[in-house]
């Protein structure tokens, strides 16, 4: 899939919104991660990519089993928490927990439930906590339209403001990205404007959901896994419009493009570009780096190997 980057005058930005450039950091025990954690039952360990999180932020979740696990299932704050494994049979499970971009500071309970191969029931919960984030603030002067609709504009608003809810509310069962997650433009390495609240003609606007991408008319635009097309269409708000589904609540949305060559259910690749969470999207491609487990990592290197 090959997008291309609308520009108006000059160059303009792609924003890539929805879920997400530092290493990786370490993994902490569930105890050091969240205070009042309750242990999980004996075999079982719970392990978090941060101490606490912040408003827009992902955290990535690591459930450690001494017996093959059949199946986990997660929740927090209300929502459902997308779990998988890389490979059948493992013994490690993986998450994200996803902190939307205005959700209320505080501690909230993550809980961890599922069974073993063998049917033993499985369970973990910890209290994590979310801290206000810290965004910038602008003032913008735009077409009057974009602050004041008409009632012609404002039908079509809701109309795709709705749509994307409906899309967003579904969860694929299956995960359908497969490896590394990628940042979409080429020689890019960070973005912009993330949570920044605009005040738009004296008004105050949402934050910011996405992140924006500098790049010039004819940019290619790359998918950043592989996944399903759910939505290809031009939109009041964001222009030509994409969003890709990942599988497990996982979806990329790219706007402002000047082109656009998919079709709304059509399978891409990776370089062809959780939860309704609006969180920043590098956190995806650091957390989902392909980064080798804890058990991987500790085993020696064969003979002639790298």
């Given at each position: 899939?090959?997008?291309?980057?609308?520009?108006?005058?000059?160059?303009?930005?792609?924003?890539?919104?929805?879920?997400?450039?530092?290493?990786?950091?370490?993994?902490?025990?569930?105890?050091?991660?969240?205070?009042?954690?309750?242990?999980?039952?004996?075999?079982?360990?719970?392990?978090?990519?941060?101490?606490?999180?912040?408003?827009?932020?992902?955290?990535?979740?690591?459930?450690?089993?001494?017996?093959?696990?059949?199946?986990?299932?997660?929740?927090?704050?209300?929502?459902?928490?997308?779990?998988?494994?890389?490979a059948p049979g493992?013994?490690?499970?993986?998450?994200?927990?996803?902190?939307?971009?205005?959700?209320?500071?505080?501690?909230?309970?993550?809980?961890?439930?599922g069974q073993t191969?063998?049917?033993?029931?499985?369970?973990?919960?910890?209290?994590?906590?979310?801290?206000?984030?810290?965004?910038?603030?602008?003032?913008?002067?735009?077409?009057?339209?974009?602050?004041?609709?008409?009632?012609?504009?404002?039908?079509?608003?809701?109309?795709?403001?709705?749509?994307?809810?409906?899309?967003?509310?579904?969860?694929?069962?299956?995960?359908?990205?497969?490896?590394?997650?990628?940042?979409?433009?080429?020689?890019?390495?960070?973005?912009?404007?993330?949570?920044?609240?605009?005040?738009?003609?004296?008004?105050?606007?949402?934050?910011?959901?996405?992140?924006?991408?500098?790049?010039?008319?004819?940019?290619?635009?790359?998918?950043?896994?592989?996944?399903r097309v759910a939505?290809?269409?031009?939109?009041?708000?964001?222009?030509?419009?994409?969003?890709?589904?990942?599988?497990?609540?996982?979806?990329?949305?790219?706007?402002?493009?000047?082109?656009?060559?998919?079709?709304?259910?059509?399978?891409?690749?990776?370089?062809?570009?959780?939860?309704?969470?609006?969180?920043?999207?590098?956190?995806?491609?650091?957390?989902?780096?392909?980064?080798?487990?804890?058990?991987?990592?500790?085993?020696?290197?064969?003979?002639?190997?790298?």
């Amino acid at each position: 899939m090959s997008l291309q980057v609308n520009t108006a005058s000059g160059n303009r930005r792609v924003r890539l919104a929805c879920v997400c450039l530092v290493a990786i950091a370490t993994l902490l025990p569930v105890a050091a991660a969240a205070k009042q954690a309750r242990a999980c039952t004996a075999g079982t360990t719970l392990r978090l990519s941060a101490p606490q999180a912040s408003q827009g932020s992902l955290l990535l979740i690591e459930i450690k089993s001494t017996m093959p696990l059949a199946e986990v299932q997660g929740e927090w704050g209300g929502r459902t928490v997308p779990i998988w494994q890389d490979a059948p049979g493992e013994k490690l499970r993986k998450g994200l927990l996803a902190v939307d971009l205005e959700k209320a500071p505080g501690e909230y309970e993550l809980k961890l439930t599922g069974q073993t191969a063998t049917g033993e029931k499985m369970s973990c919960s910890a209290m994590v906590a979310v801290k206000k984030g810290l965004f910038a603030t602008e003032k913008l002067q735009v077409e009057k339209q974009f602050v004041e609709p008409n009632p012609e504009q404002l039908k079509r608003a809701n109309e795709e403001r709705q749509k994307l809810r409906d899309i967003f509310d579904h969860v694929t069962p299956e995960r359908l990205w497969d490896g590394n997650f990628r940042i979409p433009l080429d020689g890019v390495t960070t973005g912009s404007n993330f949570g920044k609240r605009r005040i738009l003609n004296g008004n105050p606007g949402s934050p910011h959901g996405g992140m924006d991408l500098p790049g010039a008319t004819g940019t290619p635009v790359h998918a950043a896994q592989r996944g399903r097309v759910a939505l290809a269409e031009e939109l009041f708000f964001s222009g030509n419009t994409v969003v890709i589904d990942h599988g497990l609540g996982i979806y990329t949305f790219y706007g402002h493009l000047s082109e656009i060559d998919v079709k709304a259910g059509a399978a891409v690749e990776t370089g062809l570009t959780v939860e309704r969470a609006r969180v920043n999207p590098l956190l995806l491609v650091k957390l989902l780096s392909n980064r080798p487990s804890e058990e991987t990592r500790k085993k020696p290197s064969r003979p002639g190997t790298n």
